[in-house]
């Protein structure tokens, strides 16, 4: 069974400081998607970006960025100078390529708090 | 890219009436999902909706519950059926092409 963990249920920073969310993931599967979601108070998510399996190069963003690590199941973000409209839910998830399991787990999410 | 138009935004609602919500897509996609969203909680898969045959249900939700359509690739609906307040959530469908997940804005439903 598919799995997603984001250990940090809150993160709290001031303006400008860099910031990483933590995202594991299990699944048996060796074709798989991962992504990351921000969800804003009003309640919908944005997308921010989706990664196959198959690449495991780093993106950036501007001050977004991502670290794809296989081998050891992890898909972490990193915010570069945050700011106040940073602030927000930030949700990882993973689908399976497989037939008949393709719809997102999700983890629990971690709240960022970016104080002024 | 696929755009997804989802109705009512939020709707207050009695208890043990009903509530459908809408959700149109601009593009074919070959799969969508319902998902709740309860206060402070993450999302959790209700069920793929099956396009001209019944949706496929997780653990822990019915179709009595939550009857669902899908007479289209581009249309679907959920029914919150007989609500109570622990119904009160977020609910988002989602629809799936080529690995790009997309999803509605989202219905905010509080049931009184």
């Known amino acids: 069974a598919q799995k997603v963990t984001q250990a940090q249920t809150e993160i709290s920073v001031v303006e400008k400081e860099d910031v990483t969310l933590d995202c594991v993931y299990e699944t048996r599967d060796t074709t798989y998607y991962l992504f990351w979601y921000k969800q804003p108070p009003s309640g919908e998510l944005v997308f921010l970006i989706r990664?196959?399996?198959?690449?495991?190069q780093n993106e950036i963003s501007g001050r977004y960025s991502w670290n794809f690590q296989k081998s050891t199941s992890s898909f972490n973000f990193t915010i570069t100078a945050s700011q106040v409209v940073d602030s927000a839910v930030y949700f990882c998830?993973?689908?399976?390529?497989?037939?008949?399991?393709?719809?997102?787990?999700f983890g629990s999410g971690t709240r960022l708090q970016v104080q002024p | 890219s696929a755009v997804i138009s989802q109705k009512p935004s939020r709707d207050i609602c009695q208890r043990g009436t009903s509530l459908t919500i809408q959700c149109q897509v601009d593009?074919?996609?070959?799969?969508m999902f319902w998902y709740r969203q309860q206060p402070g909680q993450s999302l959790t898969l209700i069920a793929t909706?099956?396009?001209?045959?019944?949706?496929?249900?997780e653990s822990g939700f019915v179709i009595d519950k939550f009857p669902i359509s899908r007479p289209n690739l581009t249309f679907s609906t959920l029914t919150v059926s007989n609500m109570s307040p622990e119904d009160s959530s977020i609910y988002l469908c989602s629809g799936q092409l080529e690995g790009e997940a997309f999803f509605g804005q989202g219905t905010r439903l509080t049931v009184v």
């Open positions: 909706a099956n396009q001209g045959s019944e949706a496929t249900y």
């Open positions: 593009s074919q996609v070959t799969m």
């Open positions: 998830a993973l689908s399976e390529a497989g037939a008949g399991r393709r719809a997102l787990t």
């Open positions: 990664r196959n399996s198959f690449d495991e």
